[in-house]
């Protein structure tokens, strides 16, 4: 009488384990970053456990399983997605606010009476600007380098079949 328990509580395992799998999988993909590589191996998992459940005369809950990984899955990735779309595009809003009111604010300069004014640069006359050469870096021409100047023939063969001869 305990050996049939026992082997019906093991029979039962592969649809449990398989439900905890499609679960924890569910969970994991409405994470709003990429992490199919984590709830992709799952959903497989609970699919084969699925297919165990049903042959193990599970067949009831291996088969529900099987749906639910046939069709809930992908049904749950179109929400997932789109949830995922929109908490991004959220986000760079945001961003895209922060930044226009980061660049505001530094091209307006307070006073002491807190009044605003714009201040617009305009371009220094070609006589007060610096010389070229003085901004930019001193340039030297390249000849070579590790003990071979640019242009000259390599010898593969000939450079390791001598230190072999030796």
Same mark, same amino acid.
């Given at each position: 009488?305990?050996?049939?328990?026992?082997?019906?509580?093991?029979?039962?395992?592969?649809?449990?384990?398989?439900?905890?799998?499609?679960?924890?999988?569910?969970?994991?993909?409405?994470?709003?970053?990429?992490?199919?590589?984590?709830?992709?191996?799952?959903?497989?998992?609970?699919?084969?456990?699925?297919?165990?459940?049903?042959?193990?005369?599970?067949?009831?809950?291996?088969?529900?399983?099987?749906?639910?990984?046939?069709?809930?899955?992908?049904?749950?990735?179109?929400?997932?997605?789109? &949830?995922?779309? =929109?908490?991004?595009?959220?986000?760079? #809003?945001?961003? +895209?606010?922060? @930044?226009?009111?980061?660049? /505001?604010?530094?091209?307006?300069?307070?006073?002491?009476?807190?009044?605003?004014?714009?201040?617009?640069?305009?371009?220094?006359?070609?006589?007060?600007?610096?010389?070229?050469?003085?901004?930019?870096?001193?340039?030297?021409? &390249?000849?070579? =380098?590790?003990?071979?100047?640019?242009? #000259?023939?390599? +010898?593969?063969? @000939?450079?390791?079949?001598? /230190?072999?001869?030796?």
């Amino acid at each position: 009488m305990e050996t049939k328990e026992l082997q019906t509580n093991i029979r039962q395992g592969a649809a449990i384990g398989g439900w905890v799998c499609f679960g924890v999988a569910s969970v994991i993909m409405f994470i709003p970053i990429p992490t199919w590589f984590i709830y992709g191996p799952l959903y497989l998992a609970s699919f084969i456990l699925s297919i165990v459940g049903i042959s193990q005369r599970r067949i009831a809950s291996g088969i529900m399983l099987l749906l639910a990984n046939v069709i809930g899955a992908p049904v749950l990735f179109v929400f997932a997605l789109a &949830i995922g779309v =929109a908490t991004w595009s959220g986000a760079l #809003d945001k961003a +895209r606010q922060r @930044a226009a009111e980061h660049s /505001s604010t530094t091209a307006t300069n307070r006073v002491e009476d807190s009044s605003s004014v714009t201040t617009v640069s305009e371009p220094r006359p070609v006589e007060e600007r610096p010389p070229v050469a003085a901004v930019t870096p001193a340039v030297e021409k &390249i000849d070579g =380098a590790f003990g071979k100047r640019l242009g #000259d023939v390599f +010898r593969f063969l @000939a450079t390791f079949s001598g /230190s072999v001869a030796r």
